[in-house]
């Protein structure tokens, strides 16, 4: 049996991670992060890595203003939004018409394969993002 597949959003093969080998506390304010090419758009592995077979968890700040283009990825992506508000949608182009809000507390669960894109327009948003590796960002935007 295959378990719910899922993740985060923005992060880049080469972030950090945490190894656990016992139970850690994170506080994802305070955990340093790293720019992604994505201008606006920070990360870092919490557990796991994209690279590699088993799930992972990654912390990602959008600052207000920033837009993640179009992209997909082959597996299903779990976003759970901690601060802000974050708005989501489908397509291989950005539409802010077509777009859905995720405020603070509500999950957005994005199939594999589906393109989507990201916007923060209210101010920071803040994301834990939970995925099955490995997986890639393949963008899509026309």
């Not at 899922?6 to 190894?19: K, N, Q």
């Not at 994505?38 to 912390?59: K, L, P």
């Amino acid at each position: 049996m295959t378990f719910f597949k899922t993740i985060t959003l923005i992060t880049v093969l080469s972030m950090p991670s945490f190894a656990l080998a016992e139970v850690s506390k994170l506080t994802l304010s305070e955990m340093p992060l790293n720019q992604t090419p994505i201008d606006g758009v920070s990360s870092a592995m919490m557990s796991g890595s994209m690279g590699t077979e088993g799930v992972f968890g990654a912390n990602a700040v959008m600052e207000g203003g920033s837009v993640f283009p179009p992209h997909s990825h082959p597996d299903a992506r779990m976003s759970l939004v901690i601060e802000g508000t974050m708005y989501l949608g489908v397509g291989t182009s950005v539409d802010p018409d077509a777009e859905q809000v995720f405020k603070a507390g509500t999950v957005a669960l994005t199939p594999a394969g589906v393109p989507h894109w990201m916007a923060a327009r209210d101010g920071d948003v803040r994301i834990l993002e939970i995925g099955t590796g490995p997986t890639t960002t393949d963008w899509t935007e026309d």
